[in-house]
């Protein structure tokens, strides 16, 4: 055996660095920096949340607002050409006190019974009156065709209406407009060319006699 070795040091073993994670102080910072980042990451969930919520919210709204505009569609789709009924009136506003009515009248010695015609109640008020009724037009209408008047069986017999109709997307300058007075009636032939919306409209200018009168629209026409 060499004695030379005897009584030297051993050979040198690598040293293994330690694990930092085993000091407490190193461990509960590591857990606290995790809690931060799951509560940060918790806090741009919701907010994401949120924010789809109401992004989801407006778009139900634009879908209702769509439904509406549709519905008005369809009807005028499915509205027929011909006649007008009362009772597809989209909206209307009555004369003073009186409203639309579809009952019979009798304008410049010719019955009708097809119409509609607004009665002025002259006892009620000391103002003059406007009142309007609204139509979709439907599809495939180029022309509007009808009769406006007063009734002659009305109580007055000193007063002078303005019968106007317009295209209801445009009130400053009406389609066709006639002033009548007792008794009077004009016939109206209308290009619908265009237009969505109708709107029949009648507006007392006088009335001396301060007395009830009918005034409105006979045999009103959609046509192709």
């Known amino acids: 055996m060499d004695d030379r070795h005897a009584g030297s040091r051993p050979p040198n073993r690598a040293i293994m660095p330690s694990n930092p994670l085993k000091s407490p102080a190193l461990r509960k910072r590591a857990r606290l920096t995790m809690e931060i980042v799951l509560l940060l ?48 009136n989209r909206d209307s506003e009555s004369c003073g006190n009186g409203g639309w009515d579809a009952d019979g009248v009798q304008y410049a010695g010719e019955s009708y019974t097809r119409g509609f015609q607004c009665s002025f109640d002259a006892y009620s008020s000391s103002d003059l009156d406007t009142g309007f009724i609204d139509f979709l037009v439907p ?42 007075g007792v008794n009077g009636a004009q016939d109206f032939d209308i290009d619908m060319t265009g237009v969505y919306r109708v709107r029949f409209e009648v507006t007392a200018l006088s009335d001396a006699d301060r007395k009830w009168y009918n005034s409105g629209f006979a045999d009103p026409a959609f046509a192709a």
């Open 41 to 88: 990451a918790t806090i741009v969930g919701s907010v994401a949340a949120v924010m789809a919520l109401g992004q989801r919210a407006e778009a139900v709204n634009m879908v209702q607002t769509v439904t509406f505009e549709n519905d008005d569609l369809i009807e005028q789709i499915d509205n027929p050409l011909g006649f007008i009924e009362l009772d597809q």
């Open 139 to 180: 599809t495939g209408a180029t022309k509007l065709t009808g009769l406006a008047g007063n009734d002659q069986f009305s109580e007055a017999g000193d007063m002078s209406v303005r019968f106007s109709i317009y295209d209801s997307s445009d009130l400053t300058a009406p389609l066709w407009t006639t002033d009548l």
